[in-house]
């Protein structure tokens, strides 16, 4: 199935959703927002671990999509962040992390659970599928009722 080219089953699959997408290049980082956005996803963006952290201070995102190798800052800092918010709301922030790299970068983060792994470049139907299948619940509930309205 092609999410991308489904009219039908694209257009407002991801209304609801808060999307925090953490990657250095603002090619890729623009790229996943103009997709999500366009599928009714809310997408905020950041170019640094930094930059996420601040943000996380007054957004908390249902799905989490990030680069996982950045100059000068550790995704374990992200990590944790992401951990504490679960502790103190009791809700689980899925975890994407994108790479360019082929070999290492699984092993160089042995602790730290998260859901997906893409290796840049990927097939963004399988990236839009990912992000589906860990919000579905939050998705289906605001598709459906957005049909629901419609009709």
Known sequence: MNLIN?????VGILKGVQVLVVDND?????????LLEDLSANVIIAGSIKEALEILSW?????????????GESIYTLLNTLDAIEADNGKHIPIIVTSTSTTGTCDQIPDVEFEEYLLKPFDLDEFVSMIVNQVQEKAVENFCTELLVAN
Do not use: H, K
């Open 59 to 71: 957004f908390t995102p249902n799905i989490v999509v990030s680069e996982i190798r950045f100059l």
């Open 6 to 10: 489904d009219f039908c089953l694209a």
């Open 26 to 34: 603002r090619d890729s980082r623009d790229l996943y927002a103009f």
